[in-house]
């Protein structure tokens, strides 16, 4: 198998094989992201791309259902493009039924209605994307590239053709005291424009990111664990999915770490909030600092 550089699929395709289309992102700008740092964006080889889809098709059942193509960006390339792998994908593993990829607001605005009916015809489906918030002084800060007016402008395409996403999203994007104001965006997003995945991950500042720039230069304030705990309580109680819809809150930056359908949102809410009172009982102040984490 071809892989260029960092590999990264998200928590629940575990157990998706990785198809590996793009190489990098072709953003990479995000204040608080280093995980293409000195990765150059590109396409992959066709001829790189039938190699590793024979490989697949020896090593993975015929009847294969799903692929996650690989890496940051892999739905940035052109509806043609994305088209013309989907059709090799096909030729070599005749049943796939979703073609899932992280994708960005911004190249879905590039893709019109009938790029989008297309791809999903082809099995795009599934698309991962890393909204963080629909409040515009995160998006702002964060560098994300658009606005939450392009947030809904775009997700209203994918509802129109029937095209499902996951929404990715980060637990103190905001920075400290600004937890309600983003939740309450967020939730208006989401409730509007229904995801089958809620994926809240803890913001974290690598050294090497702007993000710790900004952090240093006092223009970014770290919310403290309690409000990070705080805003996913909120956002919990404020979201209305639909009840088989996936809460994703076990990534590993996440302090209290749980994940449940909505139809269990009472459950989860209850759960999340026994565990706070755990932590101020057991460790006092805790829930009052700021801890450290890895590099996303």
Known sequence: MHYTGPVYRPPPEAHTPLLEITYGCSWNKCSFCTMYHGQKFGSSPLEDIKEDLEELSKYFPLDLKRLFLVNGDAFTLSTNKLLEISKLIHDYLPKIECLSAYASIRNIKTKSIDDLEKLKEEGFNDLYIGLETAYDPALKLMKKGYDSKDEYNQLS????????????????????????????????????????????????????????????????????????????????????????????????????????????????????????????????????????????
């Open 157 to 296: 395409k994918l509802k129109e053709i029937g095209m499902d996403y996951n929404a990715l999203l980060m637990l103190g994007v905001a920075g400290s005291g600004n937890y309600k104001e983003n939740v309450n965006a967020t939730v208006d997003l989401l409730n509007t424009f229904k995801p089958k995945i809620v994926g809240p991950l803890t913001t974290s500042i690598a050294e090497n990111s702007h993000l710790y720039k900004m952090k240093t230069n006092q223009e970014f304030v770290e919310a403290t664990e309690r409000e990070k705990l705080n805003e996913e309580l909120l956002l919990l109680e404020k979201l209305e999915m639909d009840d088989d819809c996936y809460f994703f809150g076990s990534h590993p930056y996440n302090l209290i770490r749980f994940s449940d359908n909505f139809k269990n949102k009472e459950k989860m809410i209850k759960n999340l909030k026994e565990n706070m009172d755990k932590i101020d009982e057991l460790k006092p102040g805790l829930l009052d600092s700021v801890l450290p984490r890895a590099n996303l």
